[in-house]
């Protein structure tokens, strides 16, 4: 269990998830931007699927 990071901007959040339900989670989205993710320091979109 890791902890993942959904939305961002000013609706940053994040949730504890197993990798089931990362797979589960981009399965069920089909925006990219809408995946859980882990944060990066690396810009512009600091690890967020765009």
């Known amino acids: 269990m ?12 994040g949730l504890y998830l197993t990798e089931e339900e990362v797979d589960a989670a981009r399965q069920a989205l089909s925006s990219k931007s809408d995946w ?8 512009p979109h600091y690890g967020q699927f765009c």
Do not use: E, K
């Open 2 to 13: 890791r902890f993942y990071a959904v939305n961002g901007g000013n609706d940053l959040g």
């Open 36 to 43: 859980p993710y882990i944060p990066t320091l690396q810009g």
